[in-house]
Each structure stands twice: as C-alpha cells, then as structure tokens.
Nanobody, 125 residues
Framework: QVQLVESGGGLVQAGDSLRLSCAAS????????RAWFRQAPGKEREFVAA????????SYADSVKGRFTISRDNAKKTVFLQMNSLKPEDTAVYYC??????????????????WGQGTQVTVSA
C-alpha cells in the first residue's frame, strides 16, 4: 500500500507564491510518474502538472504554464509544486497522484492509481 501526503496549502493573496509538497510512503517505486490535480467547488477535478519518473519530462495545464513548476526528489520520494503569481482562480483543493508503475507522464486522472487527501489553496483577490 502507498500513502501520499500533501502539505503546504494555505490562504494567500493574489500575486503571492506557495510551494506544495507530496511525500510518498509505503511500497512504492520512486520512479513512477507523479502529478498534481485540483478541484474547485462545483467543478470537476482537473489536471495541473505532471512529471516523469526520472524528472526529465514535465507537462502543464495551459492555465498554469509559466507560473507553476513541478519537481521531484526521488531519494525522498517527494514531489513539489512551486506556484507563483497565484490568481483567485487557482483556488481549489490540490491533490497529489502517482501512477502504479509507469514512469511516463499522463494528464488524465484515470492514469493515476494512488491519491492523496488533498490540501486547500485559497487565493484572495
């Protein structure tokens, strides 16, 4: 069993930055692709960013491209999401996800097997 635990969320003002972390524990391969998704109230969960097993390949949603950066530390089984120039529309619960084995990036939620409980990010205008 694999556990993913997110941290780093909070309440910030527009233009501020936050750094989310997602630590994995349990029986997990440190080389599986990882991703961040988010879900705003009344909306479906949407893809934010993904990173390949070795960190060489990343993918971003158009809405966050140029503002968010995903990275990983495989020795610590931790993935990060640096969020800069935050906007009120970034307000959502942010979820960390991990693929079961595959190391290639994916942008659909059904490609991810393990999920964290989520961390709230609120951006005020």
């Amino acid at each position: 069993q694999v556990q993913l635990v997110e941290s780093g969320g909070g309440l910030v003002q527009a233009g501020d930055s936050l750094r989310l972390s997602c630590a994995a524990s349990g029986r997990t391969t440190s080389r599986s692709a990882r991703a961040w998704f988010r879900q705003a109230p009344g909306k479906e969960r949407e893809f934010v960013a993904a990173i390949s097993g070795n960190g060489d390949t990343t993918s971003y949603a158009d809405s966050v491209k140029g503002r968010f950066t995903i990275s990983r530390d495989n020795a610590k089984k931790t993935v990060f999401l640096q969020m800069n120039s935050l906007k009120p529309e970034d307000t959502a619960v942010y979820y960390c996800a991990a693929r079961l084995i595959r190391d290639a990036v994916a942008v659909t939620s059904t490609d991810y097997y393990y999920w964290g409980q989520g961390t709230q990010v609120t951006v005020s205008a």
